[in-house]
DNA sequence: CCTGGCAATCGAATCGCTTCAATGTGATTT
DNA sequence: AAATCACATTGAAGCGATTCGATTGCCAGG
């Protein structure tokens, strides 16, 4: 193994002075520098993680906390994951992945162990019982998803009460009367997920203040479910003219019933998503969406904890303004009769 | 900050006699043994990962390196991911998370730091190049995947090839002459990996065996280009009575666009996907399938990282033998005419 | 010519753990 | 009672980096 002490004799410098090189930390001449990174370039030389971190109390990698929960959508949890790292990589950190079944046992031997700086933890519960002990971690951390009491934390989201509010005021506008939202599966609202219920409360709120009926229905990932769900709900709905779906795994069933119903998108029917955009576009009609930003939210994530590892103060709340596209799967609400 | 000197201190022992008790690489009294583990629980103590590793040259840390490459199936790659880490995690191994653009110099980034001990990496193409890195890298890994060239190396697979001639064999039981492939999106071809030919030259060749006609198809995930790409099949080959489909986003709109065309399951058509079990589960009708044990791959790969790690020899190949599952999405051949 | 100040570099201590040679301690054998 | 042996435990030397105070060389100002 090449150690600083190599590359040191190959440069004709103190060791120190390579460590100076590579962290920047003091002033260095150009030509040593020069010279000392030519020896590393020759030598292959890669500092020793351990020796790094045991020095410097730094180790230079990122917590991935990802407790891949029933009724999560892995795909887009792995839009997360594939964002955090890239966002990481991009800040010379690297990422270790801690999933779900280690829950606080695995914050605390990560934490407890310096293995990581930090921590980005996803799928936050309202209750969660990471949350407590996120809070007097040594390492800072930064949460996707808020709890139900965020102080102290520092939380990333889209805002999704807005989300839903926009949702329903796009239908609204369009002269939709009755409106309903299919949600996420059951297991999400039961363990009492902020994104679902945020989402729901803006969804309710909306439509009462718009003089509208709503109706709200979790709804699993099964497509049989699915279309068991969607033909219940238009029994039982007959005046109903649009529909909100913040469910990725649902949209496809969802299209497939209200095609096997003899309704049409948009004219029967208008349908928004809330989801991710590469959900959209893989799917026809294109839906109209709300945008999850997954890229940005995990981006952000990175950013706020490098903040945090640098002293730096940072926002306890950073909600992301939702933001409606319409693709054509929303029309004017037909008449009634 | 906890230390072993303190824990050492609290218990009456010297430091070493505590690593000796953490490690068990010595004979300690149970006596002094329970003392320790006590002062352990008592002050909360953990290792510190870095100066752990500089000392003892290991760093209980596997890195997974996951090039989700354009046509991988996420969530497919997701079980992958979780298998590993599951396995990894039972043997007192970290996981850290390197993904696909860092390519051959996040593999030597990883390796030359010594931040893990080993890799796992999944998505191996034929003439990968990581494969000759692999070779002559310090750590030791494993690839879920074979190469062209796979010598020096330890890989763990389906056998695909197998799983290819299974379902032919399958088919051609029931009387089937005319079946095809519907494989990977084109992508997964064009950059020649491993599972996707191999299984098309265990499907073509026992065709050619059991003197039954095969056609062959890439298939984009994209719902709609596998409508298109299943209809102009159907027409161009009016006496198919089979499709093997390996590429899980297909499964669906596969079994959609049969319902439009009025093909029924397996009245007119039998359907044989190969793909991981919960797949087939989530789908009407329940398909008939060779499965993908994810679960075993991830587990098996972590196996033999360890072993190796423990400087036992190991099978440079690993190849599952692949089991087909009977679920009713086939029948006998419909009579020509 | 000496001094003060600055920039660049060095040397040594330090981080927390593992490991190995050495030591202590009874029990067993001679 | 001395010698031997196995077992349990200790002390000190690293592992490879970072970091801080000290040192060097050089130039400007007096």
New interface residues.
């Given amino acids: 193994?090449v150690t600083i002490a190599d590359v040191a004799k190959h440069a004709g410098v103190a060791p120190s002075t390579v460590s100076y090189v590579l962290t920047g930390r003091r002033a260095i001449s150009a030509r040593t520098r020069a010279k000392v990174r030519d020896s590393i370039e020759l030598l292959?030389?890669?500092?020793?993680?351990?020796?790094?971190?045991?020095a410097s109390n730094r180790?230079n990698?990122v917590a991935?906390v990802l407790p891949?929960r029933t009724g999560v959508n892995?795909?887009v949890?792995?839009r997360f994951?594939?964002s955090v790292?890239?966002a990481a990589?991009e800040r010379d950190q690297?990422?270790?992945?801690?999933?779900g079944?280690?829950g606080v046992a695995g914050i605390?031997?990560?934490?407890?162990?310096?293995?990581a700086d930090g921590l980005v933890v996803m799928d936050v519960e309202m209750h969660d019982e990471r949350v407590p002990l996120l809070r007097d971690l040594p390492q800072p951390s930064v949460l996707i998803g808020f709890p139900a009491d965020a102080t102290g934390l520092t939380c990333v989201d889209l805002d999704f009460s807005s989300a839903g509010t926009l949702c329903v005021d796009h239908l609204a506008d369009l002269g939709h009367r009755e409106v309903a939202l299919l949600g996420a599966p059951r297991a999400v609202y039961e363990r009492d997920t902020g994104f679902a219920h945020r989402t729901m409360a803006g969804f309710t709120s909306a439509a009462l203040r718009r003089g509208i009926h709503a109706t709200t229905r979790s709804c699993e990932?099964?497509?049989?479910e699915v279309t068991r769900t969607v033909t219940a709900l238009l029994a039982e709905r007959p005046a109903l003219s649009a529909v909100v779906v913040h469910n990725e795994a649902a949209i496809?069933p969802l299209l497939?019933a209200l095609r096997t119903e003899g309704r049409r998108v948009p004219e029967d029917v208008s349908i928004v998503a809330i989801c991710p955009d590469e959900v959209t576009d893989?799917?026809?009609p294109p839906l109209t969406s709300v945008q999850i930003p997954t890229e940005d939210l995990g981006q952000r994530a990175v950013e706020l904890l490098m903040a945090k590892l640098a002293r730096q103060g940072v926002a306890p709340a950073t909600l992301l303004t939702p933001r409606l596209v319409e693709r054509g799967s929303c029309g004017r609400a037909p008449l009634p009769g």
């Fill in positions: 193994m292959g030389y890669h500092p020793h993680a351990g020796a790094r971190s045991l180790a990698v991935l891949l892995v795909p949890a792995m994951v594939l790292v890239t990589r690297d990422v270790l992945l801690v999933t079944d280690q605390n031997r990560i934490s407890g162990s310096a293995m990932s099964d497509p049989a496809s497939a893989r799917v026809f």
